[in-house]
C-alpha cells in the first residue's frame, strides 16, 4: 500500500514572472489614469480653451492694426499741418537762392503810455515776411489779438528806455516776436521776418 506522503499531490510552484507583470500593468495603468485625469480636469481637452487662445490671438493682431491706424492718421496729420504753412516765395536768380519780401502796414497806429511818465509812445508799424499772402491775412484775421500783445510790449518801457540808441532796434525784434508768438499760437505758424517802423512818435 502507498502511504500518505506518496498519495500527496506535488504542488507546483507557481511562477513569479506572472506576478511580475501584473504588478507592471497595473502600474501603468495607474499612472495613465492619473495624467488622463489630470489633463481632463484642467481643460486641456476642452475646445473652449482653443477658442479662447485664438480670440486672444485675434484681439492682439486687431490692437497691432488701429496702432498702426493711429500712426497713420498722426502721420498724416503731421503732413496736413505742413502743407497748411504758408510757402517761401523765391526770386528767379541763377546764381543765388534769394527770397521775395512783402510789406504790410497795420492800418491803425499803436499808442502807448511810458511807464512812471506821462509821455506817450505812438508808433505805425510795418510786418516784412518772404512766405505768401497767408501770413498776411493770418495777421488780419488775429488783428485785435496781435495788437493787444503789442500794446503789452510797449507798456513796458520807460522814457530811459527810449533815449537808448539801440531801443528801436530792440523793440522792433520784440514786436516781431510777439506777432509771431500769437499767429503761432492760433495759426501754428508766423512767418513775420521782420517789423519796420513806418512812424514813430515820442510826447
Request: no cysteine; glycine share 6%.
Amino acid at each position: 500500500m502507498a502511504t500518505a506522503e506518496e498519495t500527496e499531490v506535488e504542488e507546483k510552484p507557481k511562477k513569479p514572472i506572472l506576478k511580475i507583470l501584473l504588478l507592471v500593468l497595473v502600474v501603468l495603468l495607474l499612472i495613465g489614469g492619473t495624467v488622463g485625469a489630470t489633463l481632463f480636469f484642467s481643460g486641456f481637452f476642452s475646445k473652449k480653451a482653443v477658442a479662447s487662445a485664438e480670440q486672444e490671438l485675434e484681439g492682439a493682431e486687431a490692437a497691432a492694426k488701429e496702432g498702426d491706424a493711429a500712426a497713420g492718421k498722426d502721420g498724416k496729420a503731421a503732413q496736413d499741418a505742413k502743407a497748411a504753412k504758408p510757402d517761401r516765395v523765391k526770386k528767379n536768380t541763377p546764381e543765388l537762392v534769394r527770397f521775395e519780401y512783402t510789406y504790410k502796414q497795420m492800418e491803425k497806429e499803436l499808442l502807448s503810455n511810458l511807464t512812471g511818465t506821462r509821455k506817450v509812445m505812438q508808433i505805425q508799424i510795418a510786418f516784412m515776411t518772404s512766405y505768401d499772402e497767408r501770413v498776411f491775412q493770418n495777421v488780419e484775421k488775429h488783428e485785435f489779438a496781435v495788437r493787444g500783445a503789442l500794446l503789452d510790449v510797449m507798456r513796458q518801457y520807460t522814457e530811459a528806455d527810449v533815449n537808448r540808441p539801440e531801443f528801436r532796434k530792440e523793440l522792433a525784434e520784440k514786436l516781431k516776436d510777439e506777432a509771431n508768438r500769437v499767429l503761432t499760437q492760433y495759426e501754428d505758424f508766423g512767418g513775420i521776418d521782420a517789423v519796420h517802423f513806418t512812424s514813430f512818435i515820442v510826447q
